[in-house]
Nanobody, 115 residues
Framework: QVQLVESGGGLVQAGESLRLSCAAS????????MGWYRQAPGKQRESVAI???????NYADSVKGRFTISKDNAMRTLLLQMNSLKPEDTAVYYC?????????WGKGTLVTVSS
């Protein structure tokens, strides 16, 4: 079955960096678009970054120039490099893949940015 397992979250200060990873299994990793989403306390889940099978990327305006999404196809891992973190980046970050009409999610990893 499809499994997505996020890791790499933690507590950092504003301006620092974190790298999130999502280990994927149960589907053809190279054939599907994948994305990172986040949900801050009291807010709706929002898209952070998407990467297509051909490597095209799309970012939320709030993270452009600071976050980079990438895929390590050999390791079946989705990555999110987050630089210049801000307190407003504090959220639970989720890995996502859509297969047909089904969305699959990991359990999330918490990122907390202190000011």
């Amino acid at each position: 079955q499809v499994q997505l397992v996020e890791s790499g979250g933690g507590l950092v200060q504003a301006g620092e960096s974190l790298r999130l990873s999502c280990a994927a299994s149960g589907f053809t990793f190279t054939f599907n678009a994948m994305g990172w989403y986040r949900q801050a306390p009291g807010k709706q889940r929002e898209s952070v970054a998407i990467i297509t099978p051909t490597g095209n990327t799309n970012y939320a305006d709030s993270v452009k120039g600071r976050f980079t999404i990438s895929k390590d196809n050999a390791m079946r891992t989705l990555l999110l490099q987050m630089n210049s973190l801000k307190p407003e980046d504090t959220a639970v970050y989720y890995c996502n893949v859509r297969l047909g009409v089904m969305d699959y999610w990991g359990k999330g990893t918490l990122v907390t940015v202190s000011s």
